[in-house]
């Protein structure tokens, strides 16, 4: 079956815009997780949808954003971009979202100039 | 906060086994062990996890403690494409808090 579809692969943006990432989960998974990785902070959990609700939250700030839609697909938004926002973004879907496990997708790779 | 610890970096040799330490002094009753790895700029794969018994697929074997503190992953016959970043997590196996937190993992290096 098809695994976790991030869009785009790549991505270069200017301080200040907006971004919108998206990710197409596992046929079947209801969760969607998101999550930072960068060289200096590793990965870092940002959010988890399930069945369209935000079920929990990472420590970063209200300009990162999210939501899933009834078909469990996933976007992500980053506000007002900054240079340290600069990092892979990767999702990783489950059929829970606990006590199984994540299939992560590529990751798409966002750069701010 | 990561709730292990593993070293930073390891080397294997090619056919050789790697055993990969992972320490988790403070796990609580209900956390289960979770193994991923990452290839360079690919997302992390799922390898293995357990809770208290020794678990064993396709991939690794997981040796766990009998207090639990502290784990081992094997990959009885490691290969130049097991050369990647391991992460040793553990999460709790129910409830509203599915992330997992990421350490820094350990860089296995199999050389020929």
């Known amino acids: 079956k098809a695994g976790v579809t991030q869009t785009p692969r790549y991505l270069i943006k200017t301080r200040g815009q907006q971004v919108t990432l998206s990710c197409s989960p596992i046929?079947?998974?209801?969760?969607v997780s998101w999550y930072q990785q960068t060289p200096g902070q590793g990965l870092q959990f940002l959010f988890e949808?399930?069945?369209?609700?935000?079920?929990n939250k990472g420590n970063f700030p209200g300009r990162f954003s999210g939501r899933q839609f009834s078909n469990s697909r996933s976007e992500m938004n980053v506000s007002t971009l900054e240079l340290g926002d600069s990092a892979l973004y990767l999702c990783?879907?489950?059929?829970?979202?606990?006590?199984?496990?994540?299939?992560f997708g590529q990751g798409t790779r966002l750069t701010v100039v | 906060d990561a709730k292990t610890t593993q070293p930073t970096s390891m080397d294997c040799a090619e056919g050789r086994a790697a055993n990969l330490p992972c320490n988790h002094s403070?796990?609580?009753?209900?956390?289960?062990v979770y193994w991923y790895r990452q290839i360079h700029s690919q997302g992390p794969q799922y390898i293995i996890h357990?809770?208290?018994n020794n678990e064993t697929n396709e991939m690794a074997s997981l040796i766990i403690t009998e207090d639990r503190k502290s784990s081992t992953l094997i990959l009885p016959h490691a290969t130049l494409r097991d050369t990647a970043v391991y992460y040793c997590?553990?999460?709790?196996?129910?409830?509203?808090?599915?992330?997992?937190?990421f350490g820094a993992g350990t860089r296995l290096t199999v050389k020929p």
């Open positions: 990783a879907s489950s059929f829970q979202g606990f006590q199984t496990e994540a299939f």
């Open positions: 046929s079947g998974h209801r969760s």
């Open positions: 949808y399930f069945s369209e609700t935000q079920r």
């Open positions: 403070t796990i609580s009753g209900n956390e289960y």
């Open positions: 357990g809770l208290k």
């Open positions: 997590i553990v999460r709790v196996a129910s409830g509203l808090n599915p992330d997992m937190r």
